[in-house]
Nanobody, 118 residues
Framework: QVQLVESGGGLVQPGGSLRLSCAAS????????MSWYRQAPGKERELVAT????????SYADSVKGRFTISRDNAKNTVFLQMNSLKPEDTAVYYC???????????WGQGTQVTVSS
């Protein structure tokens, strides 16, 4: 059974930083594009960042460009989201997503809460 397990969420003051991790039990992790999504209360889930299989390319939502960085370690089946200069509007549950580049299998983690508040 495929599992994506996020960690690293918590409460942080505005301007602070957090680093999220997502460990994936995928045999062929390097064949999956990995993404982070988030969902704030009362809002739809939105795409935050995506990184391609080798880590050679990444993309970001306009709202997080220049503040967030997505990265991956294929040897450890892990994807990261470094979040700097956090704002209250970044408060949400953050979800890890894996999507196979050929077969389009799609997997989700259980989410980790990020709260930005003074």
């Amino acid at each position: 059974q495929v599992q994506l397990v996020e960690s690293g969420g918590g409460l942080v003051q505005p301007g602070g930083s957090l680093r999220l991790s997502c460990a994936a039990s995928l045999v062929t992790f390097s064949r999956y594009d990995m993404s982070w999504y988030r969902q704030a209360p009362g809002k739809e889930r939105e795409l935050v960042a995506t990184i391609t299989t080798s880590g050679g390319s990444s993309s970001y939502a306009d709202s997080v460009k220049g503040r967030f960085t997505i990265s991956r370690d294929n040897a450890k089946n892990t994807v990261f989201l470094q979040m700097n200069s956090l704002k209250p509007e970044d408060t949400a549950v953050y979800y890890c997503n894996a999507r196979h580049i050929v077969f389009k299998n799609n997997y989700w983690g259980q989410g980790t809460q990020v709260t930005v508040s003074s």
